[in-house]
C-alpha cells in the first residue's frame, strides 16, 4: 500500500456497486425509479403502485395490484405485542426511538426473520409496509392521551395512514399531498440509510437487522431529521418580516439552514417543484398564507444568499405540519416511504452479495509497547490466572 492514499471522506464520488432501482439523470435533473420520472409517478400514481414498481421492477397491472392491496390490507392491525413494546418506551423516547424498537420487535415476532429466500423477503417487505403506518400513527396518538385507532380495509394506503393517526379521512386534496410526500420519500439510491441497510445485508444478517440500522441512520439531521429541523426554523424565525434580520444572526453564527443543499443536486432537488405544488395546494385548503410568505420569504432570501437551493425536506415539513402531524412524526414519515427502497436494496445486495468491507488509512502512532513487557512472561502469566480462574 502506498505511504499517502487519497482519502474520499464520507465515501463522496466513490461508486461502490450497480443498482438497477432509480438514479438520477443529469440530463433532466429527474430521480428516475426503475426509469420512471418520479415527478409522473407522483401526479398519476397511488403510493401502493410505486412499491410495488421498486420491488418487482415493473409497475403492476390491475390484477397484480389488487392481490398486492388484499395482502397489504390484511396486515394493517398493530400486533399486540408491537403496541405492548411502543407503551413501555416513554413519551420522552423520541419517535424514531419507537420506531426503530418496533421493527425489531416486529422481526423478533417473524419466525422466518432468518429466511433470506426472496419470496420470504417480499413478504417482509409487505408487512413493514403495512405495518409502519400503524406504528407511526399510533406512537402519535399516545403522546397526545389518545387511544389507539384501529385499520380499516375499506381504504387505500394513504387514506388508512391518515385516518389511523387524526381518527377520520381527510378532504382529497390533504390525502393527494400525502401520497405524493410518500412517494417523494420512497427510493433516493445509495443514500447513508439504504448504505447502511446494503452494509448490513452483506454481512448476511436478516432484513429486519437491515431496516432497523438504516432506521438509525436516518434519525440523524443530516439525513432524515431535517424535515423536522425544518419546522424548528420556521417555529423559531415567527413570520416573514423577521426572516432576514434571523439569516443575518444565522449566517454569522456559521449555522446549518437545514432544508437546503443536497449531496448528488446542485442545481435544485427534482422532487421539490412536485412537493411544493402540493404544499402549496395545502396551504390554500387551510388558508395559512403567513406560512406561504414564510417559506418563499426563506427561500429567496438563502439562495439569493448562498445559491444553495432547497431540497425535498424543505417542502415537506410545512406540509405535514398542516395535515397535522407533530414535528417529531415527521421524520417516521421518512421511515414509512423509504423502507420501500430500502427493501427493494436488501433484496437487490442479496441478489449480488458481497460483503462491503472497506478499507481506512491509519494515521495514529507507530508500533509502541508497554514499558517492562515481555511476552513469554505475559503468556504464562494469563495462564496462572485460567488456573486460578478454574479452581
Not at 91 to 97: C, E, I, R, S
Not at 120 to 134: G, T
Not at 366 to 375: K, L, N, Q
Amino acid at each position: 500500500m502506498p505511504e499517502t492514499q487519497e482519502i474520499k471522506k464520507g465515501l463522496a464520488g466513490v461508486v461502490v456497486d450497480y443498482t438497477a432501482i432509480s438514479k438520477v439523470n443529469p440530463d433532466t435533473n429527474s430521480l428516475l425509479y426503475r426509469g420512471y420520472p418520479v415527478q409522473e409517478l407522483a401526479a398519476s400514481k397511488s403510493f401502493e403502485e410505486v412499491a410495488y414498481l421498486l420491488w418487482h421492477g415493473e409497475l403492476p397491472t390491475s390484477e397484480q395490484l389488487a392481490e398486492f392491496r388484499r395482502v397489504e390490507v390484511s396486515q394493517r392491525s398493530l400486533d399486540a405485542t408491537v403496541k405492548a413494546a411502543i407503551d413501555l418506551l416513554p413519551l420522552t423516547a423520541h419517535p424514531m426511538d419507537v420506531t426503530r424498537t418496533a421493527v425489531s420487535v416486529i422481526g423478533a415476532c417473524d419466525p422466518k426473520a432468518d429466511d433470506a429466500s426472496p419470496e420470504a423477503n417480499l413478504a417482509k417487505s409487505v408487512r413493514l409496509f403495512a405495518q409502519l403506518p400503524a406504528v407511526v400513527a399510533y406512537d402519535q396518538r399516545r403522546r397526545r392521551g389518545q387511544e389507539l385507532v384501529a385499520a380499516r380495509d375499506d381504504l387505500n394506503y394513504s387514506e388508512n395512514f391518515l385516518y389511523m393517526t387524526f381518527g377520520e379521512v381527510p378532504d382529497a386534496v390533504v390525502v393527494d399531498a400525502f401520497n405524493v410526500s410518500m412517494i417523494l420519500y420512497a427510493e433516493h439510491s445509495f443514500n447513508a440509510s439504504t448504505f447502511t441497510a446494503r452494509v448490513i445485508t452483506s454481512t448476511m444478517s436478516d432484513l429486519y437487522s437491515a431496516v432497523t440500522g438504516a432506521v438509525g441512520a436516518l434519525k440523524g439531521p443530516l439525513h432524515g431529521g431535517a424535515n423536522e429541523a425544518v419546522m424548528h426554523i420556521f417555529d423559531e424565525i415567527g413570520e416573514a418580516s423577521a426572516v432576514s434580520a434571523w439569516l443575518d444572526k444565522a449566517i454569522a453564527e456559521k449555522r446549518k439552514i437545514m432544508g437546503f443543499g443536497h449531496r448528488v443536486y446542485k442545481s435544485g432537488d427534482s422532487r421539490v417543484p412536485t412537493m411544493k405544488a402540493s404544499l402549496d395546494l395545502l396551504i390554500e385548503h387551510y388558508d395559512r398564507p403567513d406560512m406561504k410568505a414564510l417559506y418563499d420569504t426563506l427561500e429567496a432570501d438563502f439562495v439569493g444568499r448562498k445559491g444553495i437551493y432547497p431540497n425535498l425536506d424543505y417542502p415537506s415539513g410545512p406540509a405535514y405540519n398542516l395535515i397535522g402531524f407533530d414535528t417529531v412524526t415527521f421524520t417516521p414519515l421518512f421511515v414509512a416511504a423509504r423502507v420501500t427502497g430500502w427493501t427493494a436494496h436488501i433484496m437487490e445486495q442479496l441478489a449480488s452479495n458481497a460483503l462491503i468491507r472497506p478499507l481506512s488509512e491509519y494515521n495514529g502512532p507507530d508500533e509502541r509497547h508497554i514499558e517492562g513487557y515481555v511476552a513469554d512472561d505475559a503468556v504464562a502469566a494469563t495462564a496462572d490466572r485460567a488456573e486460578e480462574a478454574a479452581e
